[in-house]
């Protein structure tokens, strides 16, 4: 079993920045691939990134390619989420998840665990 915690989001004006942060515990070791999702009122679940078992492979929605930035630190058992240039459509609840399989996954549906999620509003 995974427990996935994330931190870091709060209130920010438009072109500001934030890093988010996710703290696995548990099975840890079971962990191949995390990414990161979010989530607006009424829209569908929407993949962020994803980032590979070692940190050297990473993978982001086209939309958010050079704006965002996804790492992790294994000694750590952390995540991030590096958000610059932030935009009033980048409000959502942001989750965190983690995958046991080998391969790039931007489904919901193929992450084995969650996080609750931590909300990311931008203020025009």
């Known amino acids: 079993q995974v427990q996935l915690v994330e931190s870091g989001g709060g209130l920010v004006q438009a072109g500001g920045s934030l890093r988010l942060s996710c703290a696995a515990s548990?099975?840890?070791?079971?962990?191949?691939?995390m990414g990161w999702f979010r989530q607006a009122p009424g829209k569908e679940r929407e993949f962020v990134a994803h980032?590979?078992?070692?940190?050297?492979?990473?993978y982001y929605a086209g939309s958010l390619k050079g704006r965002f930035a996804i790492a992790r630190d294994n000694a750590k058992n952390t995540l991030y989420l590096q958000m610059n240039s932030l935009k009033p459509e980048d409000t959502a609840v942001y989750y965190c998840?983690?995958?046991?399989?080998?391969?790039?996954?931007?489904?919901?549906?193929?992450?084995?665990?969650w996080g609750q999620g931590t909300q990311v509003t931008v203020s025009s």
């Open positions: 998840a983690a995958v046991l399989t080998v391969g790039v996954r931007v489904r919901p549906t193929e992450y084995n665990y």
């Open positions: 548990g099975r840890t070791f079971s962990i191949y691939g």
């Open positions: 980032i590979d078992r070692s940190g050297g492979s990473t």
